[in-house]
């Protein structure tokens, strides 16, 4: 009998994957583009960081990882950045091709932050 191989199984490409389709986003532009959108909606410091675990209860060093663009969130800890960074949101709208649910989000912010201006005007109006 011989010794069980203990090196890494290569996964199969799958079928009915077409690697020339210009729609794909690769692990690389994902991991930059979630990077880029965390510094710009919490910054560069490492509070920022701080903040990001706080938000997510991920570990530190995974969250350092995002902003490094050497891992990219996954699961809960993605739809946690969503619900918390408009910055992330947009930046995964844009990656899934879906730039008409952008241009609603930021009508409707628009759209309350002028009401909010309205509001405030008929205030100092009195």
Do not use: Y
């Amino acid at each position: 009998m011989s010794p069980p191989k203990k090196d890494r199984k290569l996964q199969p490409i799958p079928v009915n994957s077409c690697p020339g389709q210009s729609n794909e986003i690769g692990g690389a532009e994902f991991t930059r583009a979630i990077a880029q959108a965390l510094h710009r909606e919490f910054g560069d410091t490492h509070a920022a960081v701080k903040t990001v675990v706080s938000l997510t209860k991920a570990h530190e060093r995974a969250v350092k990882n995002w902003f490094s663009a050497k891992n990219g969130p996954t699961g809960r800890h993605l739809v946690d950045l969503v619900r918390t960074s408009d910055e992330v949101l947009e930046a995964v709208l844009r990656m899934s091709g879906r730039n008409d649910l952008i241009v609603a989000k930021k009508l409707g912010d628009s759209k309350q932050m002028l009401l909010k201006m309205l509001k405030l005007i008929g205030e100092l109006q009195r």
